[in-house]
């Protein structure tokens, strides 16, 4: 059982539009669409912003999405602004009541 | 509105067990469809899934830990704990407890979490 594989860091401007990937095998974010994302502001709690792929919690602003191609879970931040700058986690379902997390990308708003 | 609280010492010694308790208000932790989780995040590094319970005492965890970890759950006084036994400074990390909603590897409450380090 290995973690997700994500960027450790990305950046964007202000406005603009950035994607986040997480990359696991067949057995886990291939198979199940059950991969979520975390935003991370250290000291804080985490908090969930996408579920099952693509679905936003209430209260979570639609400037964030999910999607998945194969092995390949992303999440996108389109317009972006300040407040965004974070760490992000994904997580996915392994099978057998386990799970895996990625090993989180810090997000830098410039 | 749902809230999870980690306590526990923050330094244990090489070889002695890790205890730690999650208290959880705003909720019941015997509500149908949750489960109660460990995380933990080593210094600088991504999360890691520990494990997780049901109220009714089923428990699921991470491969890798399995031989050391035990989580239990005490529904009258609204708490589940994590205890990990054998730690080496590897296991220096910050615990976080959190709810694993009816979705699976889906958390949508978390504490927020406690540094643990592991040092003589």
């Known amino acids: 059982q290995s973690a997700l594989t994500q960027p450790a860091s990305v950046s964007g401007s202000p406005g603009q539009s950035i994607t986040i990937s997480c990359t696991g095998t067949?057995?886990?974010?291939?198979?199940?669409?059950?991969v979520s994302w975390y935003q991370h502001h250290p000291g804080k709690a985490p908090k969930l912003m996408i579920f099952e792929g693509s679905k936003r919690p209430s209260g979570v602003s639609n400037r964030f999405s999910g999607s998945k191609s194969d092995n390949t879970a992303s999440l996108t931040i389109s317009g972006l602004q300040a407040e965004d700058e974070a760490d992000y986690f994904c997580?996915?379902?392994?099978?057998?009541?386990?799970?895996?997390f990625g090993g989180g990308t810090k997000l830098t708003v410039l | 509105q749902v809230q999870l609280q980690e306590s526990g010492p923050g330094l244990v010694k090489p070889s002695q067990t890790l205890s730690l308790t999650c208290t959880v208000s705003?909720?019941?932790?015997?509500?149908?469809?949750?489960?109660w989780s460990w995380i933990r995040q080593h210094p600088g590094k991504g999360l890691e899934w520990i494990g997780y319970i049901y109220y009714s005492g089923s428990t699921y965890y991470n491969p890798s830990l399995k031989s050391r970890v035990t989580i239990s759950v005490d529904t009258s006084k609204n708490q589940f704990s994590l205890k990990l036994s054998s730690v080496t400074a590897a296991d220096t990390a910050v615990y976080y407890c959190?709810?694993?909603?009816?979705?699976?590897?889906?958390?949508?409450?978390w504490g927020q979490g406690t540094l643990v380090t592991v040092s003589s």
């Open positions: 067949s057995s886990d974010v291939g198979t199940y669409n059950l």
């Open positions: 705003g909720g019941s932790i015997s509500s149908s469809g949750y489960y």
């Open positions: 959190a709810r694993r909603g009816v979705v699976a590897a889906t958390f949508d409450y």
């Open positions: 997580c996915s379902y392994a099978g057998s009541s386990t799970l895996v």
